[in-house]
């Protein structure tokens, strides 16, 4: 039997140390200046002020938020960002942030839930026009996408501004995480969040649960990012040039040590706050019936993926259920995060259901 970090019984996967010393590696991290970007003081009266560190790329009618997930900053979105924000700047705004505990927000020790990073969310919204302070009137025009926790978040935010949701687009989440496998699978998944690991360990079963196993070996044919043709798109440094790598699993690699080896972008203090968050986070079929009702069904896309390692498969499929969105679909063969794995494919489903929040909205 081929050994864990094999396929076909012959190629190995790269290890951390060879990815670093890869010519691309100093180019993972696009450069891609935002339009505005700031810092907002939220949760005043909600255990803050602390802030939330927000960036909107692109100049369009077209208003998106993205929302990441568990342990994930920004630039995580940055095949999104560069996409509807840079090279479709003159038809979309894209606002990206990173969520309390990490990248340059603040890392507040304090009781983390998605109801309450969802005001945060809903703050900064309000600061940059976007939305109406919650309670108030609201004109429908921001389209909402979340993965994971991210998407948990998204229910929120859409459950407590549902008048200003243009489009609503949940992403391999949950309605709550619950037990889907054996008494012992169980106990061997929550016992392994508790043993340290290696940081080759750590980043290669990361990365075995959010992508499906033959992706990791694909050809890196990432679309990137050229400075000379598109708008505020900077080299990596001063005469280079976005690089590829190998494979899929180096360019995964590569970003995700980006992130670890800068202590002030990555912490295991806000890991664990918003694994918090992600692992009490619920929403009851009734709420998600009224959620529906209130944003319209119509307006709402429900996305799983089969081979999804981090929130499995009957969590996606209750959620759509639940919620009975215009579109629900259960993707055959995909992983935890169809905008790395699917990038092409997930951007034109997307532009798809911003068209029709948009054509609802009487706006073309």
Known sequence: MASSSATAGTRQLPTVAETMKHPAFPTAVWNLTPDQEGFLPVADGRGGPFRISWEIHGTGPVKVVFIMGLGAIKSAWQRQVLHFGHERHDRYSVLILDNRGMGDSDKPLM????????????????????????????????????????????????????????????????????????????????????????????????????????????????????????RNVLPPAPGTKYLRFDCQYERFVAQEMHKRLDPAHFGLKGFLLQLIAAGWHRKSPEQLKELGDKVGRERILVMHGTVDGMISPPHGKKLIDYVKPDVGLIVEGMGHVPMIERSTWYNKLLEERFAVGEKLDGRN
């Open 111 to 230: 009781r983390y839930s998605s109801s309450e990073m969802a005001r945060d969310i809903a703050e900064v919204l309000t600061h940059v026009g976007w939305a109406a302070p919650a309670g108030e009137p609201q004109t429908r025009q921001v389209h909402i996408v979340g993965l994971s926790l991210g998407g948990m978040i998204a229910q929120e935010l859409a459950y407590l501004i549902p008048d200003a949701v243009s489009s609503l687009n949940l992403c391999c989440t949950a309605a709550a995480i619950e037990n889907t496998t054996t008494f012992t699978e169980n106990m061997a998944n929550r016992a392994s969040l508790l043993i340290p690991k290696s940081v080759e360990n750590s980043v290669r079963g990361a990365a075995r649960n959010m992508f499906p196993e033959p992706f990791l070996y694909t050809p890196d044919d990432t679309h990137l990012p050229d400075p000379e043709t598109t």
